[in-house]
């Protein structure tokens, strides 16, 4: 068994391709992002009530389930599996900012960066920020509460970088 992580790359495909009237169109994007060693993915229930925790960014270790630190970011992807309810997810970016995105059902959601502002009249040029906590709730249909499951992966960097040489390695944290 290993005792060390090498880090790896993480490889992203984006795929677009609609014809409208016998015209093609969209593109294919890829973006490989190197040095990661640090992945966390989870299938959890959202319910209707009230939002619940799904990941959580620090400054600084410790490096514990749900939680990620927000300067070795490399990639997050939630998904709503259901196949008829929407979910709300709300980024918390500090200082009283929130950014809510509806991704309704069957639906993605990709951050390849975690820097977030939204300007308001308050505030004359927006000052970028990280995430710091990313929660949802399922929508409620009909007056009835409800329950919808979601995903997500985190990746971020660490592991240890092989390096040409006698048995040369770079370690990041």
Do not use: H
């Not at 495909?13 to 890829?30: A, H, K, L, M, Q």
């Not at 970011?73 to 950014?99: H, Q, W």
């Not at 639906?107 to 929660?135: E, K, W």
């Amino acid at each position: 068994m290993a005792n060390t992580i090498v880090s790896s790359t993480l490889s992203i495909s984006i795929n677009e391709n609609i014809i409208i009237n016998g015209v093609t169109y969209g593109n294919s994007i890829i973006r490989n992002i190197g040095g990661n060693g640090k992945a966390d993915q989870r299938m959890m229930c959202i319910t209707s009530t009230a939002f619940t925790s799904i990941f959580n960014y620090n400054t600084s270790l410790p490096d514990i389930a749900g939680q990620g630190v927000n300067s070795a970011f490399s990639y997050f992807r939630i998904t709503n599996t259901d196949s008829a309810i929407g979910v709300t997810i709300r980024m918390y970016a500090g200082s009283g900012v929130y950014i809510y995105q509806y991704l309704p059902a069957g639906t993605s959601a990709i951050l390849m960066d975690n820097t977030v502002d939204i300007q308001s009249a308050s505030l004359s040029v927006p000052t970028l920020r990280p995430i710091t906590s990313i929660s949802a709730k399922a929508d409620t249909i009909s007056g009835k509460g409800n329950e919808v499951y979601v995903e997500y992966l985190a990746v971020f960097q660490g592991g240890y970088t092989p390096v040409e040489g006698e048995g040369g390695e770079v370690y990041t944290p």
